[in-house]
């Protein structure tokens, strides 16, 4: 089966998993919808032979499923009736949406075949990679000679996500530390 039938299911899951996050009632279950969405992209980034954004967006997403989920277990919420006025920008946003994807069907025909890509920068980096820059293994040398700027840019985003996840369980292990000490004090 070709690729791009397989980009053609996940993107219909994606777009299924986005609708059921809006019109779900829980909020968990809007959640792990929105899991669904960045594990989509995730996939899609692996059937476009592109394991290292891959791995990059499955961490984000992992990171960020456990950060939503425990700050929706954490909290109370209530649920709110939805007015008038938010029926009606649902509305004009749903045909917004559907006019711009109506206009944009002629932007596609003009886009290459998928495979064949528009610029061939890549054959210049196999061709001439380990040659300019002096690195025995060819996919180091793109990774970080060429696209080294990408690269710091991947590292960057893994270190703020990663940090952040423990400043937000070092916060809630810390105030629960407390609330025992305080606890026992009071005896």
Known sequence: MPVEYWLIFILIVMIIASIAALEMEDILSSIIAIGVVGLGVSLSFLFLQAPDLAIVQFLFEIFALIILVRAFLGKDYHKEEPSRINKILVGVTVITLAAIFIFSVSVFELLP?????????????????????????????????YRAYDTLGEITVLFTAILGAFTILRIKTKSKKDKTEFSHAAK
């Open 113 to 145: 075949a998928f495979g064949e890509p528009l610029m061939t920068t890549s054959q210049y980096y196999l061709d001439n990679g380990a040659q300019d820059t002096g690195a025995a293994n060819l996919v180091s040398s793109i990774i970080l000679d």
